[in-house]
């Protein structure tokens, strides 16, 4: 038996690992899936041979424990392309002047300016969790309308949501969105800007390294199913019907997956309702091989539902890379016909080589991108709904105190637990 089981080998159970296998303690990871990293996924393009991210890529400056790990593994951070060109769609031609044309440029400054005095305000508060603020229990759409917003203001910020939040505008508060603008200026614009680097060889490569330096014992493709704390011990079944006890567990799986595992004893009411209602993140990110496009272009707009794109880099063949993102459910045809529409909307210049995603809404061990918080749901993801109970510790970036939603947040909510366990069993 060893010490601890960690269910999960995203950066969460990853980070866990670790830091328990520092302090000494024996560790098995199960993972449900075939893969390590979660919603970390570098993997390479069609047949050339970078890797891309198809999940999460980029941290930012004051992301300090994965800069830390980066170094501690030797792994090079790339830094993020700066903008050399903007482009706006706004709903009947691209633009590369201004957002919008001439007559509708003072209101929409002012739009911009009312969602930046907003945004601001927020400075200094108690971020995610400001259960008292007026916009914790206002949606997204109810505060664009409150706000009177033009039409060209809730484009741009409905773009900068399918990278900052991504949840239906109906169902999400609309705190996050002004959250992650707070952190650049109030203005969604500099949000890129904030995005300062990626990893080189991909983000996945780390997780890799942070379980093989761990020394766990890896459990692939077999998800858990029942996690029982009685007798003195943890008992886990898995699905291939093996059984793994352990001292102690890490529950490191996200919010809209733990529902898969059924607890004896149960959860706390709280974390049994979130994990029915499950979070409001539901991203689409596709990345799209192009000849023709310059890298460093910007465009917001909208174009067959993909809102937000950029030129990220050229790859090894002498291609460009173009990110694209979206609310999943508005991205109904992912159809190459559809796709090239939507890039040449943007970049009438491009040729689509090919484009790929990965669908994380119906990949069950997700069920979601990364965390949006629903209206009335914040309470539900703070800390004392998910402390320890018995031998049972939870992590995951989406219950994060911190950095919650990044890759950040993973890394602090495993350490974390990993910390909770060693005040009482270190070796
Ligand atoms: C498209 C996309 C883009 C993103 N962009 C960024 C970004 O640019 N920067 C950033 O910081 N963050 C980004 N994120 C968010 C970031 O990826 C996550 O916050 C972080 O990776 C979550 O780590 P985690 O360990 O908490 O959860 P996960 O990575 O989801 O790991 C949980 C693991 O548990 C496993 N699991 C689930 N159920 C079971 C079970 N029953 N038994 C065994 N194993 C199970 C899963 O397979 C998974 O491997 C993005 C996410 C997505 C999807």
């Not at 508060?173 to 614009?189: K, Q, R």
């Not at 310059?294 to 917001?300: A, E, Q, R, S, Y």
Request: aromatic fraction near 8%.
């Amino acid at each position: 038996m060893r010490d601890v089981a960690v269910i999960g080998a995203g950066l969460a159970g990853a980070a866990a690992a670790l830091r328990l296998r520092d302090a000494g303690l024996s560790v098995t990871v199960i993972e449900a899936r075939g893969r390590l990293g979660g919603r970390t996924y570098t993997r390479n393009f069609g047949d050339i041979s970078d890797r891309l991210e198809f999940g999460g890529g980029w941290i930012c400056e004051r992301h300090a424990r994965m800069k830390a790990l980066a170094a501690r593994f030797g792994i090079g951070l790339r830094p993020t392309l700066p903008i050399a060109e903007r482009r706006w769609h706004d709903g009947q031609v691209l633009r590369t002047d201004a957002p919008v044309a001439a007559d509708k440029l003072a209101a929409h400054l002012r739009g911009l300016q009312a969602v930046q005095a907003d945004s601001l305000a927020m400075l200094g508060g108690s971020g995610r969790w400001e259960t008292g603020s007026p916009w914790a229990a206002m949606s997204f759409a109810e505060y664009m309308d409150a706000r009177g917003l033009p039409e060209t203001v809730r484009r741009e910020f409905i773009a900068w949501w399918t990278l900052s939040g991504s949840g239906d505008i109906t169902k999400v508060n609309v705190l996050d969105a002004l959250l992650s603008a707070s952190y650049c200026g109030g203005t969604m614009e500099a949000t890129l800007e904030e995005l300062t680097h990626t990893f080189e060889g991909g983000v996945g490569n780390l997780v890799e390294r942070m379980i093989a330096e761990s020394g766990a014992e890896v459990i692939l493709g077999d998800a858990v199913v029942e996690a029982s704390d009685r007798d003195g011990q943890a008992s886990l079944r898995l699905s291939s019907g093996r059984e793994v006890t352990a001292g102690q567990v890490v529950v490191a799986v996200p919010v809209n997956a733990i529902g898969t595992i059924r607890f004896d004893p149960a959860l706390r009411p709280a974390q049994a309702r979130l994990s029915a209602e499950r979070h409001w993140g539901r991203a689409i990110k596709v990345l799209f091989r192009v000849q023709g496009v310059k890298p460093g272009i910007l465009v917001t707009g909208e174009a067959e539902g993909l809102r937000w794109m950029f030129s990220e880099r050229e790859l090894s063949d002498g291609s460009t890379a173009i990110i694209g993102f979206g609310l999943y459910d508005e991205v109904p045809d992912t159809s190459h016909a559809a796709m090239l529409s939507a890039v040449q909307r943007f970049f009438p210049e491009a040729t689509l080589l090919g484009h790929d995603w990965h669908d994380w809404i119906r990949d069950p061990w997700s069920s979601g991108t990364w965390v949006s918080h629903g209206l009335g749901q914040s309470p539900l993801f703070a800390g004392p709904e998910w402390a320890p109970m018995g031998r049972f510790h939870f992590a995951t970036s989406d219950i994060a105190a911190e950095a919650s939603g990044w890759f950040e947040g993973a890394v602090l909510s495993g350490e974390a637990a990993a910390d909770a366990i060693l005040t009482t069993h270190r070796p």
